[in-house]
């Protein structure tokens, strides 16, 4: 079986619809879909020409972006029941694009593929000194073919060279039971694809003059025209168009545009309803690639509430199953968490009042706060400075005659 396109040999508990996956050769995971391309004509869809549609590209784009730059953070684990230490800087280890490709290019590779094929496949191409994965060289999925006993991989195929299943890194989402891939939304979403990049077509067709004619030039006194008269009077008429010359025409014949406003309007909102649908395969509210319904909008009391929906509901399991992937590249006790700080970051008014509230309950230091807020630590003469213009305050019940009525209290 490939991973991005079907094969005929359809049996095992699947039948019909899986298949059993012996010895397949070409590349698209999902639902053999030649006999819906034979009863609907449209476009072929495919990992690459989904592209082609602006709600797949979109989609794609923006979770392969946030993924991808979210900063890795390291962790070791306690011991007994201390918490997990926070390690100052991710391990050297983790490096698995190696010299071919940094960290955030690697992710964004691997996300991109996972997100329109529910894979991703690479060679492990060195291991570290723990006998884990170090460098992964990611392979093109249409490249990569496996075969299965039991529903189990038991050879890789990459441009029909074998490979054991040990020197595969493989990264999977949408996955069933049963299945050892993962499912490709590209696949299932084909029909809303070809059909928004059909209207592509149609759009492009009409405005070169070729989707539907442009008037309709109507005998009122022949029931029937031949095809000899029919062909030499739209001759006439289409040189005395293109010519820009008067249209001269007697009381039996009738000419009028047909008008692309009437005609415009189905396909226009196809067009638009269209990435509303594509972007529930690809789990990305329609508004964030700009694809709302019209009349219709989502509010949100600020930016950092509509990340957190956005977070929690479609990025938050894909992060999870990322998290756990790198995790099988660092030793026992260490594992990588993704800081999503970035996403969820508030305005300074909202940022500022909680850090003061966190300061004040003493869940943080006043050096970690502004940490948080891109400032270097306070020195011994920032203290002083603070100090000489906002004494210390008194302790409770206790009066400081250095302290004038209604002194501002020291900031953050």
Not at 190 to 200: K, N, P, T
Not at 264 to 282: N, S
């Amino acid at each position: 079986m490939s991973l991005l396109f079907r094969t005929a040999n359809i049996q095992g508990p699947y039948a019909g619809y899986w298949g059993e996956f012996v010895g397949a050769t070409a590349a698209d995971l999902v639902p053999y879909r030649m006999p819906m391309q034979q009863v609907l004509p449209g476009h072929m869809v495919n990992d690459q020409s989904a592209m082609r549609h602006s709600a797949v590209w979109g989609c794609l784009r923006l979770r392969a972006n946030l993924i991808s730059t979210f900063p890795l953070e390291t962790f070791r684990q306690g011991e007994g029941d201390l918490p997990a230490l926070k390690v100052a800087s991710p391990p050297s280890i983790l490096r698995p694009g190696g010299s071919q490709a940094d960290y955030v290019e690697w992710m964004y590779s691997t996300q991109f593929d996972l997100d329109r094929a529910g894979n991703s496949v690479g060679i492990i191409r060195s291991i570290n000194g723990y006998g884990l994965p170090a460098e992964v060289e990611l392979i093109p999925l249409s490249w990569v073919s496996v075969r299965t006993i039991d529903n189990r991989i038991t050879h890789w195929y990459i441009r029909g060279q074998e490979y054991p299943p040990e020197l595969i890194w493989h990264e999977k989402q949408y996955t069933v039971a049963g299945f050892p891939l993962g499912l490709s939304p590209v696949m299932y979403a084909a029909w809303s694809i070809s059909e928004g990049l059909s209207i592509q077509d149609f759009a492009i067709s009409w405005f070169t003059m070729g989707g539907i004619p442009r008037g309709h030039l109507k005998n009122n006194t022949q029931p029937t025209v031949t095809d000899g008269q029919a062909a030499g009077i739209k001759a006439k008429l289409k040189e005395s168009v293109q010519s820009g010359d008067a249209l001269v025409t007697g009381k039996d014949w009738d000419y009028a545009l047909i008008s692309p406003e009437q005609t415009g309007m189905e396909w226009i909102e196809a067009r638009r309803l269209t990435p509303i649908e594509v972007a529930r395969f690809f789990d990305v509210p329609a508004d964030l690639i700009d694809a709302a319904i019209s009349g219709e909008s989502v509010t949100y009391a600020n930016v950092t509430q509509r990340n957190l929906q956005f977070l929690s509901m479609s990025l938050g399991p894909a992060i999870i199953r990322r998290e756990n992937n790198l995790n099988k590249m660092l030793p026992a006790k260490q594992f990588v968490k993704m800081n999503i700080d970035a996403l969820l970051r508030s305005d300074p008014k909202t940022l500022t009042e909680m850090l003061n509230l966190q300061v004040a309950g003493r869940l943080l230091t006043p050096n970690e706060a502004r940490f948080m807020l891109d400032r270097q630590p306070l020195t011994e003469a920032d203290c002083a400075e603070f100090d000489r213009f906002w004494p210390p305050r008194p302790a409770p019940g206790a009066t400081n005659p250095t302290t004038p009525p209604n002194a501002p209290q020291p900031p953050l």
